[in-house]
T-cell receptor, first 113, second 112 residues
Framework: SQTIHQWPATLVQPVGSPLSLECTVE??????LYWYRQAAGRGLQLLFY??????ISSEVPQNLSASRPQDRQFILSSKKLLLSDSGFYLC????????????FGSGTRLTVV | AQSVTQLDSQVPVFEEAPVELRCNYS??????LFWYVQYPNQGLQLLLK??????LVESINGFEAEFNKSQTSFHLRKPSVHISDTAEYFC??????????FGKGTRLSVIA
């Protein structure tokens, strides 16, 4: 069966420090992968999505970047964190027809201090 | 671009009372509609979805949603809520080849 792993679960980082969040999917090939951020009262904001290795689409210009070094691995990064980067980061995957919806990971709570 | 509006950010309701969470989307020729539920500090779980056919769709835990094309709505309802239904609920729409677009969420609080 397909599963999605996201880590770490929680992270406290100082302003100006780098960031690396990792997401991996098991049990499927060539998934579409997504990074969302959830900030209080603002719903889910799509940050990046990828339809294949090395293919990254950015939805919102900001302090973050994403990479897909392997078929089932999606990494969210920042060189220097800002206070405004705090939030709940969710990775998701989909495969096949769009009618299937997305499957989400358990999320990473990032607090920038 | 597709958009989703969830009209209520918070909905308090007493246990065993009915509830309706409202969702409207911008019009499109062909859409798929979803409701997701998020419990505290967890990811989102698919609750139900409308793809085609019957406009009334149901979930295994008593929720239902009705697709209304003329009103571009997909409201979520439950006739009798439980404490365990306390969570945040997100409506989402998919059209064309673009990623899912989510509403801002509705926080349902069930009061004993």
């Amino acid at each position: 069966s397909q599963t999605i792993h996201q880590w770490p679960a929680t992270l406290v980082q100082p302003v100006g420090s780098p960031l690396s969040l990792e997401c991996t999917v098991e049990g499927t090939s060539n998934p579409n992968l997504y990074w969302y951020r959830q900030a209080a009262g603002r719903g889910l904001q799509l940050l990046f999505y990828s339809v294949g290795i090395g293919q990254i689409s950015s939805e919102v210009p900001q302090n973050l970047s994403a990479s897909r070094p392997q078929d089932r691995q999606f990494i969210l990064s920042s060189k220097k964190l800002l206070l405004s980067d705090s939030g709940f980061y969710l990775c998701a995957w989909s495969v096949g027809p769009r009618k299937d919806g997305y499957t989400f990971g358990s999320g990473t709570r990032l607090t920038v201090v | 671009a597709q958009s989703v509006t969830q009209l209520d950010s918070q909905v308090p309701v007493f246990e065993e009372a009915p509830v309706e969470l409202r969702c409207n989307y911008s019009s499109s020729v062909s859409v798929y509609l979803f409701w997701y539920v998020q419990y505290p500090n967890q990811g989102l779980q698919l609750l139900l979805k409308y793809l085609s056919g019957s406009t009334l769709v149901e979930s295994i835990n008593g929720f239902e949603a009705e697709f209304n094309k003329s009103q571009t709505s997909f409201h979520l309802r439950k006739p009798s809520v439980h404490i365990s239904d306390t969570a945040e609920y997100f409506c989402a729409v998919n059209s064309g080849n673009t990623p899912l677009v989510f509403g801002k969420g509705t926080r349902l609080s069930v009061i004993a």
